[in-house]
C-alpha cells in the first residue's frame, strides 16, 4: 500500500527522535541532508524574523561536528531526552518537497533519576523526498519558552 | 488514497490544537458545526453524570463569544499552550457521524518562560462528517484533575 | 481498506492505554496472548541485560493475580495515569509477529487533583497477529528513570 505523506513524515519523525532517545547520536546527522539548516531557536525570536539561534548548523557536516564535541565533553551519559510528538502537520506538498509543523514534548531524565518536562515547541521542518527516502533538508526547532538551557545539551 | 476515519480525525484534531497553541483563536470556531457542544468538566463530574461544565458553550456563536472576551481580557500574550494528543479511539462510525476518544496532555508556558504540566485528559467528540469535511458537533473535555484552574484560560 | 502493520499497532496501543487512563483495569489482560511476558524495568538494567524486573508476569492469569490484588488493596481509586504514546517504531514484521517500539510519557493525577509527570520510556513489544486481532505477546516497559516507584502502581 502506497503511503500518504502524513504517515512517511510519521515515520521518519519517529525514527528521529528513538535515535536522538536512545543515545544513538552518531546516527543523528543522518536525518539530514548534505546541505540542510538545523536551527533552535524561541517563539519569540522565531515570530520575530530573528535568524539568530542557540544551536545553529547549515551542513550535515556542522551536525557531526557537534555530536563529536558532545562526545567530548562526555555529555552521553549525563542524561537522556524523551521525546513525544504530535502528528505532523502538512502544510505544503510537492513531489520532491513537503513542508510540515509537528509539536513536541521533551521530558529531560537526569543521572540520578529526576525527570522534568524539559522543553516543549514545534518543529518546522522541510523534507526532501526521494522515492521511498525521506531527509530533513531543513528543521528549525521552535521552543515555546524562552528560558531553554541548551548549554551542552543534547539535540532536539 | 481514501482516508479512513482514524486518519481524517487524527488530521482534524493536529489542525485544532496548532490553532490554539499558535494562538490564532479567532479560528477556533471554525473547527465547530454552528449548532455544537463544547463543555470542559472533570472526570468526577463526567462519571457522576452532572453536565455542569468550568465552561459551555451550545453555538459557534458562544465559542466567538467567548474568544472575544479573551481578547478584550487581554489573555492572549499572557502564556501559551502546547497540547500533544494520542490517537484517536473510535467509538462507533456511520457516513455522516463518528464518535471517538483522544486523550491530551497540555503544557503550559508562561510569559516568564517557566513551563508546567496544564492538565491532561480525554476529547470525548462527535464529528459531523461531510465529504472531506470534519467538524466537532460535539466536544467534551474531560480533565483528570478537579483541580484544573480555567479562569480566564485558552479552551483546551 | 486494508490497515498497514504501524496503523494496528497503534490502535492496539491506542486501546490498550485507553482500558488503563479508563481504570477498566479487569480487560487489561485481555491485551495480552495466554502466554505472555510483562516486565517493567530500567534503562540501566535493560541495557546491562539483566532480567529482573520491578514487574514480572509470565502469563495472562498472572496479570489476572495482579489486577485482583490492585482491587483487594482498593488502589483503583487513589490515583489515576494518563498515558501518552509515540508513533510505534516496527523493528520487524512477518505473518504472524511484528516487533515494536513505542514511547510513552505517563502523567500521574492523585485524589486531590495533584498531577505529575510519573514516567517516560518505552515499550519494547512483540504481537501476536491473527487476522484483525493484535495480541501482546512480550512487552518490556522500560523506564527511562531508575527512580521509579511502583509499590503498588497501576500497570504501565
Redesign the interface.
Same mark, same amino acid.
Given at each position: 500500500? $502506497?503511503? @500518504?505523506i502524513?504517515?512517511r513524515i $510519521? *515515520?521518519a519523525? $519517529? $525514527?528521529y527522535? *528513538?535515535c536522538i @532517545?536512545d543515545g544513538d547520536l552518531d546516527q543523528w546527522p543522518d536525518f539530514f541532508t548534505d546541505t540542510c539548516l538545523y536551527r533552535v531557536t524561541t517563539?519569540d525570536n522565531h515570530k520575530r524574523g530573528l535568524t539568530a539561534g542557540m544551536i545553529y548548523a547549515a551542513s550535515r557536516g556542522m551536525l557531526i561536528d557537534r555530536i563529536a564535541s558532545l562526545r567530548d565533553a562526555n555529555i552521553y551519559e549525563r542524561h537522556?531526552y *524523551?521525546? #513525544? #510528538?504530535?502528528?505532523?502537520?502538512i502544510l505544503s506538498e510537492s513531489d520532491s518537497e513537503a513542508r510540515s509543523?509537528t &509539536?513536541f %514534548?521533551v521530558?529531560r %531524565?537526569m543521572r540520578?533519576? &529526576?525527570? &522534568? #518536562?524539559f522543553?516543549?515547541? *514545534?518543529y518546522c521542518d522541510v523534507y526532501a523526498l526521494d522515492g521511498e527516502h525521506v531527509k530533513l533538508r531543513e528543521r528549525i526547532v521552535v521552543c @515555546?519558552? &524562552?528560558? %531553554?538551557d541548551t548549554l551542552l545539551a543534547l539535540p532536539l
Open positions: 500500500m $502506497a503511503q @500518504d502524513h504517515q $510519521a *515515520r519523525q $519517529a $525514527a527522535v *528513538r @532517545d517563539a537522556a *524523551r521525546h #513525544l #510528538l504530535g502528528q505532523p502537520y509543523e &509539536s %514534548i521530558a %531524565i540520578d533519576g &529526576s525527570t &522534568s #518536562l522543553a516543549t515547541g *514545534r @515555546d519558552s &524562552s528560558r %531553554i
